[in-house]
């Protein structure tokens, strides 16, 4: 089921790297949630240790790209030594293409509790719309 989705979903986004496990091949990349309601695509990104003065989202030419850095924390004090350094640090950038329909201009953004909440408003094109069928 899983593989069934990521399929439809890169069939949908044109090949964005949105499994942990694509985008393992690309160095370090937060994971991402994507949410597809009626209006609008939202995505959700952990940034867990940043603030949102350490993070960086831009639109350009129908690309998305959220960039940033967490810096390193291994302070030690005479006598002590790291066993084991599992924690991210150093910087990431990810760029995603954006699907057709999106308003590029409408994007907006909130960061709270170490979750970026990005907000990609759809056209009124995208949204589609019923069309009548007539007897002939």
Known sequence: MEREME?????????WPWTRREAEGLGWSPAI????RKDE???????PGL?????ELTVREGTLTLQGQRK???ETKEGEE???CERWSGSFS????????INADKVNAAFQNGVLEI??????QAEGRRIEIKAA
């Open 7 to 15: 399929e439809l979903f890169g069939r949908f986004f044109g090949g």
């Open 33 to 36: 949630d994507v949410l597809d």
């Open 41 to 47: 695509l939202v995505l959700r990104a952990d940034l």
């Open 51 to 55: 603030t949102e003065k350490d993070i």
């Open 72 to 74: 390193e924390e291994k």
């Open 82 to 84: 790291y066993y084991a």
């Open 94 to 101: 990810r760029s995603l293409t954006l699907p057709p329909g």
């Open 119 to 124: 907000h990609l408003p759809k056209t009124k």
